[in-house]
T-cell receptor
Framework: DTGVSQNPRHKITKRGQNVTFRCDPI?????LYWYRQTLGQGPEFLTY????????KSRLLSDRFSAERPKGSFSTLEIQRTEQGDSAMYLC??????????FGPGTRLTVT | GDSVTQMEGPVTLSEEAFLTINCTYT??????LFWYVQYPGEGLQLLLK?????DKGSNKGFEATYRKETTSFHLEKGSVQVSDSAVYFC????????????FGKGTLLTVNP
């Protein structure tokens, strides 16, 4: 039984570039969440999918951020025109039911 | 909005010492409460949970009791081991908000032999 996987694990980019992260949830998990974690803080909710439908987006998700989950399987999170403030760990979690969320290892983004 | 407050870290203990990490929450309605653990270089793992008042979650020797009267969910372990060194996060979720997790800032625990 494979867990949640995220790729890439690390990404270094220059300010102004676009980046895309991928999350592969545990198969058959219909709920998928993205969070962002900065140094010394707990993860903060970004967005939520139930199957392919994006049902909630945080105010943290500016217009430069977009997320998709085509066919209700893997998900992508794209950041356009990256800024230094976007540097963080981006976490993906999937869930088969209401309470249990299983987290991936995260993608660490560094914007220089 | 909903929020979680954890005791400031870092916490440093000797092996076999008693551990308490305080967690209090502010939320409307009836949230579910969680403790997650993040070992060095690894992702977040669910440690234990409690879904209603007076429930006790337990796992790997850790326990926490959902106290609605004090809005608390303190994490305890009777005898810590070096392998318990990690960052511990308290979190809550609610059905009315798609069960998204609201986390505290985390508490770094270091256990020395």
């Amino acid at each position: 039984d494979t867990g949640v996987s995220q790729n890439p694990r690390h990404k270094i980019t220059k300010r102004g570039q676009n980046v895309t992260f991928r999350c592969d949830p545990i198969s058959e998990h219909n709920r998928l969440y993205w969070y962002r974690q900065t140094l010394g803080q707990g993860p903060e909710f970004l967005t939520y999918f139930q199957n392919e439908a994006q049902l909630e987006k945080s105010r943290l998700l500016s217009d430069r951020f977009s997320a998709e989950r085509p066919k209700g399987s893997f998900s992508t999170l794209e950041i356009q025109r990256t800024e230094q403030g976007d540097s963080a760990m981006y976490l993906c979690a999937s869930s088969p039911e209401a309470y249990e969320q299983y987290f991936g290892p995260g993608t660490r983004l560094t914007v220089t | 909005g909903d929020s979680v407050t954890q005791m400031e870290g870092p916490v440093t203990l000797s092996e076999e010492a008693f551990l308490t990490i305080n967690c209090t929450y502010t939320a409307t309605g009836y949230p579910s409460l969680f403790w997650y653990v993040q070992y060095p270089g690894e992702g977040l793992q669910l440690l234990l949970k409690a879904t209603k008042a007076d429930d006790k979650g337990s796992n790997k020797g850790f326990e926490a009791t959902y106290r609605k009267e004090t809005t608390s969910f303190h994490l305890e372990k009777g005898s810590v081991q070096v392998s318990d060194s990690a960052v511990y996060f308290c979190a809550l979720s609610k059905g009315g908000s798609n069960y998204k997790l609201t986390f505290g800032k985390g508490t770094l625990l270091t256990v020395n032999p």
